[in-house]
C-alpha cells in the first residue's frame, strides 16, 4: 500500500503514526511546504519568548521518520490532486502517485484587504516558525509594534514579544480579548494582565488606512509603528479538495471515518468542518487535540482498521505571564460564577448538563470538567453543587469513581 | 501492563502517598532533607471527604487525551506503556491538564511545565513508592 500524507503537522503525524501501526511494510510519504522537521506549530510564541527553541520545539524526536520509514517531500508544496489518475502534483513539476491520500493542509492568515497595506513594508502573519523567524529578525528592543487582532494569536505573539519590542499596541473589532473563548468578565481579567506588561489596547475599533508609519483607526486615533503583526483570523486550506471536485463547506467536508468525498482520499485538522457535538452545527474546530484524533482515525481507516472520531466540541488551553486561561464548549444556558481577584471561574449547563466553562487563574484539575461535557453527564450523577467549588472525583458516586480508579481505563 | 489501583474503602486518608511521592522524586536518598520545611507537589493526590479518602494519580491510559493534546511532543508513551513528560519540551500551555479526565496532569510548582505520575520509572525507586509504603495496600501495583 502507498500512503501519501500533505502536511507536515499534528494530523498528518498522527495518521502516519497509525498507519504505521497498522500496516509495517506499507509505503508512507509525508509532503510539506515547510522545509522542517515536523514542529509544534504553537510554540511559536514560546520561541520569541525563549521559552523553548530550535530542538525543543520539536513535535517528534529528531530520528521520528527514519524510525519509522517515513519518506519525506519537505519544502515543496502540493499543489493538485488528481483523483481519477490517484497522483498528487508537486510545485516544479514532479508527482507522486497515491493508493490512499490524507489531505491535512491546516489552515493560513485571513488577512483582510485595508487601504495602505501594500504599502506597509515590515508585515508579518503569524501561524509558522518562517514566520517567527522573519518577525525576529526585524524586532529591535525599540521597535513599536502593532498587532491587528487580540485573538488567541495576536495575543500569544504579544506574549512572545513584549520583553523585545520597545512598545505593542493591540487592535481589534471585538469589544474584548479572546471574544471567541472568553465573556466580558473574564476577557477583562486577562486584559488587565496584559496590560500590567505594557500592552495597548484599541477594542471596538479597527484600522481603516494604513499611511507611512501610521494606522488611522475608525474611531479617529491613530497608532505608529515599525512591524505590523496581523493575526485577525485564519481560513483553512481546502483548494486540494476543492479543485479536484471534492465537496468543501466551511472546511473540507468529511464522514466520521474521515474520508472525503474523492475516492481514497481523507481529510483532518484544521482544514476540515467537524460537527459541533454541543450545537449539532458544522463547524472548522480547528484546535489541536481535534487535529490529532482525526488524523489518527483517517491513518487507521487508510491502513484498513475501521475507526470513526466522536463529535468534538471546542477547548483551549492558552495562558499570558504565568495567567492560565482554560475554556471548553458553549457559553449559553444557565451559569455560575465564582470570581476573586484573577481567578475567574464559570461554569455553564443546560438541560441538566454541564455545557462548557471558563477558568482564568485556576486551571487545576480542569479536565473532570471537560470530561462531564463530553460524557454528557447528567449533573443529578453527581454533586454539582462541590464540583461548582472545584473540579472533584468526590463529586462522583463510588460506582462511578471505581470505574475511573479500580481498572483499566 | 501493570498500573496503580486505588481501592477506596481501605484508604485512611494519611497522606503518606503524597510525602512518598515527593520524596521518591526529589533526587535525595535522605527524606528528612528531602521534605522537612518544604511545601511538597505530589504527583499523586488524596482527595478527602467527610468520610471518604482516595488518592488519584495518572492513570496511563490506553488511549490517553492527555497525550492527543500536547503541542509541544512533551508528552509521550514509551515501549512500556508508561505515558511519560519530557519538562525540558513542556511550555506549561496546560492543554493535558485540561484534557485529563481525572484531573491527574497536574501543573507544576514553577508554572513552567506540568507534571504527573511516571510510576517511579523515572526516579531511583524503580517501583512507585507510593504503593511501597501505603500503610493500608489502598494503593496497588498490579495487572487488572
Given at each position: 500500500m502507498n500512503y501519501v500524507i500533505i502536511g507536515n503537522s499534528a494530523a498528518g503525524i498522527a495518521a502516519a503514526e497509525a498507519i504505521r501501526r497498522a500496516d509495517a511494510a506499507g509505503k508512507i510519504t509525508v509532503v510539506s511546504d515547510e522545509p522542517y522537521h515536523t514542529y509544534g506549530r504553537p510554540l511559536i510564541s514560546y520561541y520569541l519568548l525563549g521559552a523553548t527553541d530550535r530542538q525543543r520545539m520539536l513535535y517528534r524526536p529528531a530520528d521520528f521518520y527514519e524510525k519509522l520509514g517515513i519518506g519525506t517531500r519537505f519544502g515543496v508544496r502540493a499543489e493538485r490532486v488528481d483523483p481519477a489518475k490517484k497522483k498528487v502534483f508537486l510545485r516544479g513539476g514532479k508527482s507522486l502517485s497515491y493508493?490512499?491520500?490524507?489531505?491535512?493542509?491546516?489552515?493560513?492568515?485571513?488577512?483582510?484587504?485595508?487601504?495602505?497595506?501594500?504599502?506597509?513594508?515590515?508585515?508579518?502573519?503569524?501561524?509558522t516558525l518562517d514566520d517567527a523567524l522573519a518577525l525576529e529578525k526585524a524586532l529591535t528592543p525599540a521597535s513599536r509594534v502593532l498587532i491587528v487582532g487580540a485573538g488567541l494569536?495576536?495575543?500569544?505573539?504579544?506574549?512572545?514579544?513584549?520583553?523585545?519590542?520597545?512598545?505593542?499596541?493591540?487592535?481589534?473589532?471585538?469589544?474584548?480579548?479572546?471574544?471567541?473563548?472568553?465573556?466580558?468578565?473574564?476577557?477583562?481579567?486577562?486584559?488587565?494582565?496584559?496590560?500590567?506588561?505594557?500592552?495597548?489596547?484599541?477594542?471596538?475599533?479597527?484600522?481603516?488606512?494604513?499611511e507611512d508609519g501610521v494606522a488611522r483607526l475608525r474611531g479617529g486615533g491613530e497608532i505608529g509603528f515599525d512591524i505590523l503583526?496581523?493575526?485577525?483570523?485564519?481560513?483553512?486550506?481546502?483548494?486540494?479538495?476543492?479543485?479536484?471536485?471534492?465537496?468543501?463547506?466551511?472546511?473540507?467536508?468529511?464522514?466520521?471515518?474521515?474520508?472525503?468525498?474523492?475516492?481514497?482520499?481523507?481529510?483532518?485538522?484544521?482544514?476540515?468542518?467537524?460537527?459541533?457535538?454541543?450545537?449539532?452545527?458544522?463547524?472548522?474546530?480547528?484546535?489541536?487535540?481535534?487535529?490529532?484524533?482525526?488524523?489518527?482515525?483517517?491513518?487507521?481507516?487508510?491502513?484498513?482498521?475501521?475507526?470513526?472520531?466522536?463529535?468534538?466540541?471546542p477547548l483551549n488551553a492558552v495562558g499570558f505571564f504565568g495567567?492560565?486561561?482554560?475554556?471548553?464548549?458553549?457559553?449559553?444556558?444557565?451559569?455560575y460564577t465564582e470570581r476573586d481577584g484573577e481567578t475567574y471561574?464559570?461554569?455553564?449547563?443546560?438541560?441538566?448538563?454541564?455545557?462548557?466553562?471558563?477558568?482564568?487563574?485556576?486551571?487545576?484539575?480542569?479536565?473532570?470538567?471537560?470530561?462531564?461535557?463530553?460524557?454528557?453527564?447528567?449533573?443529578?450523577?453527581?454533586?454539582?453543587?462541590?464540583?461548582?467549588?472545584?473540579?472533584?472525583?468526590?463529586?462522583?458516586?463510588?460506582?462511578?469513581?471505581?470505574g475511573k480508579l479500580a481498572q483499566e481505563v | 501492563m501493570k498500573r496503580i489501583y486505588v481501592n477506596e474503602k481501605w484508604c485512611l486518608g494519611c497522606h503518606l502517598c503524597e510525602y512518598e511521592c515527593a520524596f521518591a522524586n526529589s533526587g535525595l536518598t535522605d527524606m528528612v532533607r528531602a521534605l522537612k520545611g518544604k511545601t511538597i507537589h505530589p504527583n499523586i493526590r488524596v482527595e478527602d471527604g467527610d468520610d471518604i479518602h482516595f488518592a488519584v494519580n495518572c492513570r496511563h491510559c490506553k488511549d490517553a487525551p492527555c497525550l492527543k493534546g500536547c503541542i509541544s511532543g512533551?508528552?509521550?508513551?514509551?515501549?512500556?506503556?508508561?505515558?511519560?513528560?519530557?519538562?525540558?519540551?513542556?511550555?506549561?500551555c496546560y492543554t493535558c491538564i485540561l484534557l485529563c479526565p481525572y484531573g491527574a496532569v497536574l501543573p507544576g510548582p514553577d508554572g513552567h511545565a506540568a507534571q504527573k505520575c511516571q510510576l517511579c520509572t523515572d526516579n531511583l525507586c524503580g517501583y512507585p513508592n507510593c504503593v511501597k509504603h501505603c500503610p493500608n495496600n489502598a494503593i496497588v501495583y498490579e495487572e487488572r
Amino acid at each position: 500500500m502507498n500512503y501519501v500524507i500533505i502536511g507536515n503537522s499534528a494530523a498528518g503525524i498522527a495518521a502516519a503514526e497509525a498507519i504505521r501501526r497498522a500496516d509495517a511494510a506499507g509505503k508512507i510519504t509525508v509532503v510539506s511546504d515547510e522545509p522542517y522537521h515536523t514542529y509544534g506549530r504553537p510554540l511559536i510564541s514560546y520561541y520569541l519568548l525563549g521559552a523553548t527553541d530550535r530542538q525543543r520545539m520539536l513535535y517528534r524526536p529528531a530520528d521520528f521518520y527514519e524510525k519509522l520509514g517515513i519518506g519525506t517531500r519537505f519544502g515543496v508544496r502540493a499543489e493538485r490532486v488528481d483523483p481519477a489518475k490517484k497522483k498528487v502534483f508537486l510545485r516544479g513539476g514532479k508527482s507522486l502517485s497515491y493508493d490512499k491520500l490524507l489531505v491535512a493542509t491546516g489552515s493560513r492568515p485571513f488577512v483582510p484587504p485595508a487601504e495602505g497595506l501594500d504599502g506597509v513594508q515590515n508585515k508579518f502573519t503569524f501561524m509558522t516558525l518562517d514566520d517567527a523567524l522573519a518577525l525576529e529578525k526585524a524586532l529591535t528592543p525599540a521597535s513599536r509594534v502593532l498587532i491587528v487582532g487580540a485573538g488567541l494569536i495576536g495575543l500569544k505573539c504579544y506574549e512572545g514579544i513584549a520583553e523585545r519590542a520597545g512598545s505593542v499596541a493591540i487592535v481589534d473589532m471585538a469589544d474584548r480579548v479572546l471574544s471567541s473563548v472568553l465573556d466580558a468578565e473574564g476577557a477583562a481579567v486577562v486584559q488587565r494582565r496584559l496590560e500590567s506588561r505594557g500592552a495597548r489596547f484599541y477594542l471596538s475599533d479597527c484600522v481603516e488606512k494604513y499611511e507611512d508609519g501610521v494606522a488611522r483607526l475608525r474611531g479617529g486615533g491613530e497608532i505608529g509603528f515599525d512591524i505590523l503583526v496581523l493575526a485577525v483570523g485564519v481560513r483553512p486550506n481546502v483548494e486540494l479538495v476543492k479543485e479536484a471536485g471534492g465537496a468543501v463547506g466551511r472546511g473540507i467536508v468529511t464522514d466520521a471515518h474521515r474520508k472525503t468525498s474523492l475516492p481514497d482520499v481523507y481529510a483532518a485538522g484544521d482544514c476540515c468542518e467537524s460537527t459541533d457535538a454541543l450545537t449539532g452545527r458544522q463547524a472548522v474546530l480547528a484546535i489541536l487535540p481535534n487535529a490529532c484524533a482525526q488524523g489518527e482515525c483517517a491513518g487507521k481507516n487508510m491502513a484498513g482498521v475501521p475507526a470513526e472520531t466522536a463529535d468534538a466540541f471546542p477547548l483551549n488551553a492558552v495562558g499570558f505571564f504565568g495567567l492560565h486561561v482554560l475554556t471548553a464548549g458553549c457559553r449559553d444556558g444557565e451559569s455560575y460564577t465564582e470570581r476573586d481577584g484573577e481567578t475567574y471561574r464559570k461554569l455553564f449547563y443546560a438541560d441538566g448538563r454541564l455545557r462548557g466553562f471558563i477558568l482564568v487563574g485556576c486551571p487545576e484539575r480542569a479536565g473532570i470538567y471537560t470530561s462531564l461535557i463530553r460524557e454528557k453527564t447528567k449533573l443529578s450523577d453527581v454533586d454539582f453543587e462541590l464540583l461548582k467549588k472545584q473540579p472533584l472525583l468526590r463529586a462522583f458516586s463510588r460506582e462511578a469513581r471505581a470505574g475511573k480508579l479500580a481498572q483499566e481505563v | 501492563m501493570k498500573r496503580i489501583y486505588v481501592n477506596e474503602k481501605w484508604c485512611l486518608g494519611c497522606h503518606l502517598c503524597e510525602y512518598e511521592c515527593a520524596f521518591a522524586n526529589s533526587g535525595l536518598t535522605d527524606m528528612v532533607r528531602a521534605l522537612k520545611g518544604k511545601t511538597i507537589h505530589p504527583n499523586i493526590r488524596v482527595e478527602d471527604g467527610d468520610d471518604i479518602h482516595f488518592a488519584v494519580n495518572c492513570r496511563h491510559c490506553k488511549d490517553a487525551p492527555c497525550l492527543k493534546g500536547c503541542i509541544s511532543g512533551a508528552l509521550s508513551r514509551g515501549e512500556d506503556g508508561v505515558v511519560r513528560i519530557d519538562k525540558d519540551k513542556c511550555v506549561g500551555c496546560y492543554t493535558c491538564i485540561l484534557l485529563c479526565p481525572y484531573g491527574a496532569v497536574l501543573p507544576g510548582p514553577d508554572g513552567h511545565a506540568a507534571q504527573k505520575c511516571q510510576l517511579c520509572t523515572d526516579n531511583l525507586c524503580g517501583y512507585p513508592n507510593c504503593v511501597k509504603h501505603c500503610p493500608n495496600n489502598a494503593i496497588v501495583y498490579e495487572e487488572r
